[in-house]
């Protein structure tokens, strides 16, 4: 399901649970990859968009995602999501500052692929969406899938991609686990 069938879903009063447009994403970045691969399309509007959906993703994840869904239980996955998050952003960074037709853009490239599936599809859908399924009702994923795509489309028309280089030095920082 594409953004305009979302945001046309969320009018008519249609809600979107925050896992699917989650594993929605990790599917496109995916798709952009094998693109890049496959050299179908322009490479550098093909990369840029990469890029910026990458960044756009680890940002609404770190900023309204992980602290929505903190607890006890998930804890342990998103102090290291965190830290995959910031493994990934550091090849991003040198695949930004690198030519796209370097023979070492594709060694990177394949690099980001498998830090990025890793961490999408063994980490987070196999392991970290189970735990959310729950932690929250049906309704709270909901509210936070609409909260999390205006997110998006927020940070998305920044150009992202741009910030990744200065947000390699440490992991993004979680809010405190509160005590009960």
Do not use: C, W
């Amino acid at each position: 399901m594409g953004i305009l069938h979302r945001l046309i879903g969320r009018a008519k009063g249609i809600t979107t649970d925050v896992l699917e447009i989650l594993t929605e994403q990790h599917a496109e970045v995916d798709m952009l990859i094998a693109k890049l691969e496959n050299g179908e399309g322009n490479r550098r509007e093909v990369f840029a968009e990469l890029a910026d959906k990458l960044a756009a993703h680890a940002s609404v994840e770190e900023k309204l995602f992980y602290p929505a869904i903190l607890s006890k239980d998930t804890e342990g996955e998103l102090a290291e999501a965190v830290e995959e998050h910031l493994s990934i952003k550091r090849v991003l960074a040198d695949l930004i500052t690198m030519k796209l037709d370097d023979e070492q853009f594709f060694a990177k490239l394949s690099v980001l692929k498998e830090q990025v599936g890793h961490h999408a599809h063994k980490e987070e859908e196999k392991n970290l969406f189970p735990k959310v399924r729950e932690l929250l009702s049906i309704d709270e994923r909901a509210a936070l899938g609409n909260e999390l795509l205006v997110m998006f489309e927020e940070v998305l028309a920044t150009h992202p991609l741009r910030n990744v280089p200065s947000e390699t030095a440490a992991a993004a920082q979680l809010p405190r686990l509160r005590s009960r």
